[in-house]
């Protein structure tokens, strides 16, 4: 019984930073595909079992970050936060595609104290100087995350990797996505290619059906992975990357999660 | 009255003269079904040729709202074009001379493309489609067969937002 209690708390303390493991989080836009002179979109961000329905925790949007098509950074507009989701605009008035992410990053540890367990979490800089000296069996994370979608007015553009974290590297465009056809993307890892890893796709509107109808696909030693899309609909996409610290070097956890539309 | 036939074969073949020497014309005639709704706006409407790969080859006519409501601009919702706006609208300018018009009210509309404007095209086996979308209502795409480079004819029909749709080459 003690041992699974460590285990549980230890598994708890790990799955912490990734509340979106147990919660999907996720930024879910109005449209993706427009046209004419300038748009506008609307976009919901929350942390919930059901994707895309708000019911569980609004999300933070402290580390949320646009690029317009030009590469500049554009600004969410109307931003708020109510009890299950937040909320902003985003004014699309150049051509192309838009990156809208949430991001976070951060540094958390775990270490043992006089038999005690206890954790820590705060910027990497301060890592060192937190942890008592007495601290055993100490256990360092970093972690990132992003929660990301993309959106369009006129032709799709080539978009950008960030180079940092878990990230979608599109082969198909993610504004080109049509019911019966396959896409294909690649997940990269700070920049390379993150083989062998799971990806979880679910279909919005959950509510409305009772099989999740969810699937799953595993990236190629290049970190590509394909989909042929069963129905039109908003998905949600999910991947998390976790590697052991070793040699006192900090692990890391990365999770990406995404919503794509697709079209009839 | 006996004038007539005589006329009309004189217009015939001043008509065919030109032709002989420019290859053939192109006409699509669309059918907009009459739809009874309480709220009926006609449909946009856009009109293409298409590769055996499924690629645009040419659009050949967009019927769209020209101009800004207060419920925004006409170009606003090409998208719900949403197959032509895939394979070819959104890459194209709007308006574009000879290819966009107004939206169309229910009945037989004819697209007559002269062979000048399809000089690129390769003789070979292709589709017209024509694709409707209807504020408050549905979207249809209706594709039918023809071949590049001989007179021949071809026909198809929609069955909701789209009536007969026919193709003719006329050489």
């Given at each position: 019984?003690?041992?699974?209690?460590?285990?549980?708390?230890?598994a708890?303390?790990?799955?912490?930073?990734?509340?979106a493991?147990?919660?999907?989080?996720?930024?879910a836009?109005?449209?993706?595909?427009?046209?004419?002179?300038d748009?506008?979109?609307?976009f919901?961000?929350?942390?919930?079992?059901?994707?895309?329905?708000?019911d569980?925790?609004?999300?933070?949007?402290?580390?949320?970050?646009?690029?317009?098509?030009?590469?500049?950074?554009?600004?969410?507009e109307n931003?708020?936060?109510?009890?299950?989701?937040?909320?902003?605009?985003?004014?699309?008035?150049?051509?192309?595609?838009?990156?809208?992410?949430?991001?976070?990053?951060?540094?958390?540890?775990?270490?043992?104290?006089?038999?005690?367990?206890?954790?820590?979490r705060?910027?990497e800089?301060?890592?060192?100087?937190?942890?008592?000296?007495?601290?055993?069996?100490v256990?360092?994370?970093?972690?990132?995350?992003?929660?990301?979608?993309?959106?369009?007015?006129?032709?799709?553009?080539?978009?950008?990797?960030?180079?940092?974290?878990?990230?979608?590297?599109?082969?198909?465009?993610?504004?080109?996505?049509?019911?019966?056809?396959?896409?294909?993307?690649?997940?990269?890892k700070?920049?390379?290619?993150?083989?062998?890893?799971?990806?979880?796709i679910?279909?919005?509107?959950?509510?409305?059906?009772?099989?999740p109808?969810?699937?799953?696909v595993?990236?190629?030693?290049?970190?590509a992975?394909?989909?042929?899309?069963?129905e039109?609909?908003?998905?949600?996409?999910?991947?998390?990357?976790?590697?052991?610290?070793?040699?006192?070097?900090?692990?890391s956890?990365?999770?990406w999660?995404?919503?794509?539309?697709?079209?009839? | 009255?006996?004038?007539?036939?005589?006329?009309?074969t004189?217009?015939?073949?001043?008509a065919?003269?030109?032709?002989?020497?420019?290859?053939a014309?192109?006409?699509?005639?669309?059918?907009?079904?009459?739809?009874?709704?309480?709220?009926?706006?006609?449909?946009?409407?856009?009109?293409?040729?298409?590769?055996?790969?499924?690629?645009?080859?040419?659009?050949?006519?967009?019927w769209?709202?020209?101009?800004?409501?207060?419920?925004?601009d006409?170009?606003?919702?090409?998208k719900?074009l949403?197959?032509?706006?895939r394979?070819?609208?959104?890459?194209?300018?709007?308006?574009?001379?000879?290819?966009?018009?107004?939206?169309?009210?229910?009945?037989?509309?004819?697209?007559?493309?002269?062979?000048?404007?399809?000089?690129?095209?390769?003789?070979?086996?292709?589709?017209?489609?024509?694709e409707?979308?209807?504020e408050?209502?549905?979207?249809?795409?209706?594709?039918?067969p023809?071949r590049?480079?001989g007179?021949?004819?071809?026909?198809g029909?929609?069955s909701t937002?789209?009536?007969?749709?026919?193709?003719?080459?006329?050489?």
């Amino acid at each position: 019984m003690k041992k699974t209690l460590a285990f549980l708390s230890l598994a708890a303390v790990l799955a912490a930073p990734l509340s979106a493991q147990a919660h999907r989080a996720w930024l879910a836009p109005t449209s993706t595909v427009l046209s004419g002179n300038d748009a506008w979109v609307g976009f919901d961000a929350g942390m919930s079992n059901g994707v895309f329905i708000p019911d569980h925790a609004a999300m933070r949007l402290a580390g949320l970050t646009i690029t317009a098509p030009d590469g500049s950074t554009a600004q969410a507009e109307n931003v708020s936060q109510a009890k299950y989701r937040s909320s902003f605009d985003l004014h699309l008035s150049q051509p192309g595609t838009y990156r809208v992410a949430n991001v976070g990053s951060g540094f958390m540890a775990s270490y043992k104290q006089g038999g005690e367990q206890k954790r820590w979490r705060g910027a990497e800089a301060e890592f060192a100087a937190a942890i008592p000296a007495d601290a055993t069996e100490v256990q360092a994370t970093r972690t990132d995350s992003r929660t990301e979608t993309f959106v369009t007015l006129g032709e799709p553009t080539d978009l950008k990797t960030v180079g940092k974290g878990l990230e979608l590297a599109p082969v198909t465009h993610p504004n080109d996505l049509a019911v019966g056809e396959a896409a294909t993307f690649k997940l990269l890892k700070d920049g390379q290619p993150a083989a062998d890893v799971e990806v979880t796709i679910a279909r919005g509107g959950i509510r409305y059906r009772n099989n999740p109808e969810e699937i799953t696909v595993k990236t190629g030693a290049d970190g590509a992975f394909s989909v042929t899309w069963p129905e039109a609909g908003l998905y949600w996409l999910g991947a998390s990357v976790r590697t052991a610290g070793v040699n006192g070097q900090p692990g890391s956890n990365a999770s990406w999660n995404g919503a794509l539309e697709v079209l009839p | 009255m006996r004038k007539l036939p005589l006329v009309l074969t004189a217009a015939g073949l001043a008509a065919a003269a030109p032709a002989v020497a420019t290859a053939a014309d192109l006409t699509v005639s669309v059918e907009l079904p009459r739809i009874s709704s309480a709220s009926y706006h006609r449909p946009y409407v856009a009109v293409w040729i298409e590769k055996p790969d499924q690629t645009t080859a040419q659009t050949l006519a967009v019927w769209y709202q020209q101009t800004r409501n207060n419920e925004g601009d006409g170009k606003d919702w090409l998208k719900d074009l949403r197959t032509w706006w895939r394979k070819g609208g959104r890459a194209m300018t709007m308006p574009a001379d000879g290819v966009s018009g107004p939206t169309k009210a229910p009945g037989r509309h004819s697209v007559t493309v002269p062979a000048a404007r399809l000089r690129a095209l390769p003789a070979g086996q292709y589709n017209i489609v024509v694709e409707a979308a209807r504020e408050l209502g549905g979207r249809e795409v209706v594709r039918v067969p023809f071949r590049w480079g001989g007179a021949n004819t071809g026909a198809g029909t929609g069955s909701t937002e789209l009536g007969a749709v026919r193709v003719a080459v006329t050489r």
